[in-house]
């Protein structure tokens, strides 16, 4: 009998319309809020809980019937439903969910419609946690697995929470919790309340629905609920009144005799505007009615919600999961454009309960996944990082970053950067007129600087391929920093990824400068000249080790000279040029340099700032070859005489002509000028 009461009843279910809930609280003129229900009507709804004896759904409904107060009953594949008269919604389960799906098990026929998710256009993207400026970039994710003991490692919340904390923008920023057993309260009313606090939730449990019945004849009505497991549990009177005392201000709230459910109600009350978010409540049954999705079209202003239809067997929701978070992630791309790309063989007309045909009253139905959007599409990471060009991977806080100058020289420093950009393909990028903006200490560098198309192989912009079509690499090159850099500081680099002009993907890092201090070492067939510079004073020392010999140079451009028996006397005069003009034999035409602070021996060590791999890129004389001594090394070959070569930090290493050369090493240096005489020449001027 029961059996054939419960097919009639499922056919009825589908054949109903979705229902529309009104958000304001009472439904149907039923009190939602749970504060302003009398404690003594609540009490009457847990005694009858606590005193009904299980049966057949007819028999319930009969006995439930006889019951003056109750108001409303509903029935579906798992759970029946009662209501008194400004009380709470009480359940009864029929049968014990499934540990095989994400609820119970069905009867129900599919659903003859689909609702049909709004194309999002995806110029109208942004990024979950937008709105807390520099600090979006440290995104939440809460992940809920109330009943972790049931599903083990067929768990869909597990996925998320592999994937997303090795991602940058989430390292500490996950709260997951799960029941790993029965009676275990590890989850908690203040979590399901806590939503707003993070940029992506994914709750993975069970689901179910029940539609209210009218007449002696038992026929359905339009007023249909679903209905999400908490794992919150109670397992004595005492538990219940004190959950019931922190319950009070809670709304949209269901219950068995020992666990609280969710109903639609309860996100309208505690979630009215949900922006720039991604919820995914990964349970059976919460597409059927409409009313998930009513509710959530009515509170999201910006984000996505994904959920499943019917019944959906756990090691399928969690490969249609595991596919949509590598599209989101790996590929960087919005939520609706991941589950687009999903394919429909792991999201569309899933098979289920064909491996439950045990049970005895089952029959196979078939489910999918599906989409509430509203707003900007949402990307749940930041799709633009800063590469390091020596390990090939997102440069990390902290590293020495590669400038091209002398720092604190009163000039600006240049340097190149490498950004990977994620989520589209290049020819989207292009089509969609996106650019990139650069910020070096505050200061805009690089101002809505479209990239693409890369037509020009010798300007300053260089464009690759990454990973996967959605991922493009984009060099730019010898970037003004309009600024004199301090030695080993702090530098806070800030890229914007423009999808529109409102819209955008951030990252922001520290770097450091490092030192410009050097020791360089010049050799020659027949000499060897040591020269060393503190980038604090801008002091030069040089020492010949042949004769014992020493020179000095300083920020204003005397040279300093131990004279015999006059002692240290400092000079410009032009004469004085002779002492260092044979410093170095290369020829080394092609910097043209003009010193603006120091002396000629100063070009030296300015070679290490001026002579740069993003300089001899756009030489014509200039070659990049392959080989040098290790693999992170760059190597040019210059007018086919001169070798020269950059170090895995892009810094100059070395520059080498047959048997001259002058080599390059970056240590901290301190150098103290002699107290020195200024010596000039007698005026034969009248």
């Not at 693409?452 to 912009?461: A, F, G, K, M, R």
């Not at 001594?629 to 950059?646: A, D, M, N, Q, S």
Request: charged share 25%; aromatic share 10%.
């Amino acid at each position: 009998m029961r059996n054939i009461f419960l097919i009639l009843i499922s056919f009825l279910l589908f054949s109903c319309n979705d229902g529309k809930k009104d958000n304001s609280g009472n439904i149907n003129g039923i009190l939602e809020d749970f504060s302003k229900m009398p404690d003594s009507v609540i009490q009457k709804g847990f005694t009858i809980l606590d005193t009904i004896q299980l049966k057949p759904v007819d028999n319930l409904v009969k006995e439930l019937r006889q019951i003056p107060e109750v108001q409303e009953i509903g029935v579906g594949d798992e759970l029946l439903s009662f209501r008194l008269k400004n009380g709470p919604t009480m359940l009864i389960k029929l049968k014990e969910f499934s540990s095989i799906t994400k609820g119970g098990t069905s009867n129900s026929m599919p659903s003859m419609t689909m609702l049909n998710p709004p194309k999002v256009d995806e110029n109208n993207a942004n990024v979950v946690g937008a709105q807390r400026g520099e600090n979006r970039q440290n995104k939440k994710a809460l992940l809920l697995s109330p009943y972790a003991w049931h599903f083990a490692t067929t768990s869909d919340v597990l996925v998320p929470l592999e994937k997303l904390k090795t991602n940058k923008n989430y390292r500490g920023g996950i709260t997951s919790k799960a029941n790993s057993s029965k009676t275990e309260q590890t989850i908690t009313i203040e979590d399901y309340l806590s939503f707003n606090d993070y940029d992506v939730v994914h709750l993975g449990t069970h689901g179910s629905q029940t539609c209210n019945i009218e007449g002696e004849i038992i026929t359905m009505t339009t007023n249909c609920q679903s209905y999400i497991a908490t794992g919150i549990t109670f397992t004595s009177d005492e538990r219940r009144r004190e959950l019931q005392e922190s319950l009070k201000n809670v709304s949209g709230l269901a219950f068995t005799p020992t666990e609280i459910f969710l109903t639609p109600a309860f996100f309208a009350a505690a979630y009215p505007d949900v922006n720039n978010k991604l919820f995914i409540l990964s349970a059976c049954q919460l597409g059927q009615r409409g009313d998930v999705e009513t509710t959530f079209d009515n509170i999201l202003q910006n984000g996505q919600l994904f959920y499943w239809h019917n019944n959906v067997i756990a090691t399928d929701a969690k490969k249609a999961f595991n596919s949509m978070y590598d599209r989101m992630l790996q590929y960087g791309e919005t939520s609706p454009t991941a589950f687009e790309n999903v394919p429909d063989v792991l999201k569309k007309n899933l098979r289920t309960f064909e491996s439950e045909e045990k049970r005895g009253d089952s029959i196979e139905v078939y489910t999918y996944l599906k989409m509430a959007t509203k707003g900007n599409a949402m990307h749940i990471i930041e799709p633009i990082s800063f590469i390091d060009e020596k390990t090939k991977n997102e440069l990390q806080d902290g590293v020495v970053y590669p400038f091209e100058g002398i720092l604190e020289d009163d000039q600006p420093e240049k340097a190149s950067f490498t950004l990977e950009f994620l989520g589209y393909t290049t020819q989207e990028i292009q089509d969609k007129g996106m650019s990139f903006s650069l910020k070096v200490d505050g200061t805009t560098v690089l101002d809505h600087i479209s990239f693409l198309p890369d037509t020009d192989y010798y300007d300053d912009i260089e464009v690759k391929a990454g990973k996967n079509e959605k991922t493009t690499l984009v060099t730019f090159k010898g970037v003004n920093l309009k600024k004199d850099l301090k030695k080993t500081s702090s530098v806070k680099l800030e890229g914007f990824f423009h999808f529109s002009e409102e819209n955008y993907g951030y990252q922001m890092i520290n770097v450091s400068t490092g030192s410009s201090d050097m020791r360089i070492v010049m050799k020659s067939s027949d000499a060897s000249v040591n020269m060393f510079f503190d980038a604090d004073n801008y002091g030069l020392k040089v020492t010949y080790p042949a004769e014992n010999q020493n020179l000095f140079s300083d920020e204003e451009g005397y040279i300093y000279i131990n004279a015999p028996g006059k002692g240290w006397i400092k000079t410009k005069l032009i004469q004085m040029f002779t002492a260092v003009s044979q410093l170095s034999s290369i020829n080394m035409d092609f910097a043209g340099l003009e010193m603006n602070k120091g002396s000629v021996m100063h070009k030296i060590p300015a070679f290490a700032a001026e002579v740069t791999i993003t300089m001899l890129e756009k030489e014509p004389r200039a070659k990049k070859i392959s080989g040098g001594i290790g693999t992170e090394k760059t190597v040019f070959i210059y007018e086919g005489r001169l070798t020269i070569t950059f170090d895995s930090q892009k810094r100059l290493e070395s520059l080498v002509e047959n048997e001259a050369a002058i080599y390059y090493y970056y240590e901290n240096q301190q150098i103290t000028m002699p107290n020195a005489q200024v010596f000039t020449m007698p005026s034969f001027i009248n």
